[in-house]
């Protein structure tokens, strides 16, 4: 079995309706992430969870919202889908640094889910 | 701020070529990791290597080889003789150590098609 795992893997909805992207991991990591990825512009972060209890924007937040229901699950979710949010949504996972304050561990992703706003 | 260039938009090579793709990226900080993803057609990202800015050593992993130079800022990834099974788009990315989201940041990725 996958060690991340996101549902649905396909959507496709509406302009103005609100969708849910789920994650869950089994690696037994704290931190976890979701990224977007557009056509030639890499990834870019949306939100980080370094554990249950702390959640914190990434560089474009704007339009999602995101819930950590335990350490294993992180949901994204678009209040009011637009057209501009047609993308590919990574989920990943990370283990915490041996230290604090340290940064750099390896994020592991998820299969991805592509999102069709129409 | 911290940003990663890929230059090559796209690279074609025939099975057996060698192939070099190329990173370039900027950071004020001292303590950094870089790393590189590969996206098959299947679309999900593999992790092939994560390097510490203390690190220079070139790392070789079978036909997979990294070549990390600080004074010109680069982190190019070479395949050897390649194969039809390494076409896919791959990504370099980069984590400062004061990055307090332990955020990576993505060049626009390279996309390699190794035809038979």
């Known amino acids: 079995d996958a060690d991340v795992t996101q549902t649905p893997r396909n959507r496709i909805t509406k302009t103005g309706k609100r969708i849910m992207l789920e994650c869950s991991q089994t690696k037994g990591h704290d931190r976890m992430y979701w990224y977007r990825q557009d056509p030639g512009l890499g990834l870019r972060l949306i939100y980080y969870?370094?554990?249950?209890?702390?959640?914190n924007k990434g560089e474009i937040s704007d339009g999602y919202s995101v819930s950590r229901q335990a350490q294993a699950k992180f949901s994204l979710s678009l209040e009011s889908a637009i057209p501009n949010q047609t993308a590919l949504y990574f989920c990943?996972?990370?283990?915490?640094?041996?230290?604090?304050?340290?940064?750099?561990?390896?994020?592991?992703f998820g299969p991805g889910t592509r999102l069709l706003v129409l | 701020a911290q940003k990663v260039t890929q230059a090559q938009t796209e690279i074609s090579v025939v099975e057996k070529e060698d192939v070099t793709l190329d990173c370039v990226y900027e950071t004020r900080d001292t303590t950094y990791y870089l790393f590189w993803y590969k996206q098959p057609p299947s679309g999900e990202l593999v992790f092939l290597i994560r390097?510490?800015?203390?690190?220079?050593q070139n790392e070789i992993s079978g036909r997979y080889s990294w070549n990390f130079q600080k004074s010109t800022s680069s982190f190019n990834f070479t395949i050897t003789a390649s194969q039809v099974v390494d076409s896919a788009v791959y990504f370099c990315a980069l984590s400062e150590a004061n990055n307090a989201g332990n955020m990576l940041t993505f060049g626009g990725g390279t996309r390699l098609m190794v035809k038979p």
């Open positions: 990943a996972t990370s283990d915490s640094p041996p230290r604090t304050g340290g940064a750099g561990e390896t994020q592991y």
């Open positions: 969870s370094f554990d249950v209890k702390d959640i």
């Open positions: 390097r510490n800015s203390f690190d220079e």
